[in-house]
Nanobody, 115 residues
């Protein structure tokens, strides 16, 4: 069974940056599309960004131009660089396949943007 462990979250001021990391317990080379998702309090979990094995990326409109997704297949890692953070980016961030597999969800990593 695949295990996904997210890290890198924290408390940051508006305009700040964070780099999230997702460690995958097995080779992700065969997982064509990996994604980052987030869930804010009282809201549905939403897709933030996704990336294919060929590094084709997609971003939600709300993060386009501020977030960057990347993957390192050799290290079985997926990353999300968060720049120009806004209070509305506050959420728990998760990685998973795209489309997500229910039993792959990990604990996530909390990102809080506040002054």
């Amino acid at each position: 069974q695949v295990k996904l462990v997210e890290s890198g979250g924290g408390l940051v001021q508006p305009g700040g940056s964070l780099r999230l990391a997702c460690a995958v317990s097995r080779s992700i080379f065969s997982i064509n599309v990996m994604g980052w998702y987030r869930q804010a309090p009282g809201k549905e979990r939403e897709l933030v960004a996704r990336i294919t094995t060929g590094d084709i990326t997609y971003y939600a409109d709300s993060v386009k131009g501020r977030f960057t997704i990347s993957r390192d297949n050799a290290k079985n890692m997926v990353y999300l660089q968060l720049n120009s953070l806004k209070p509305e980016d506050t959420a728990v961030y998760y990685c998973n396949k795209y489309l997500p597999v229910s039993y792959y969800w990990g604990q996530g990593t909390q990102v809080t943007v506040s002054s």
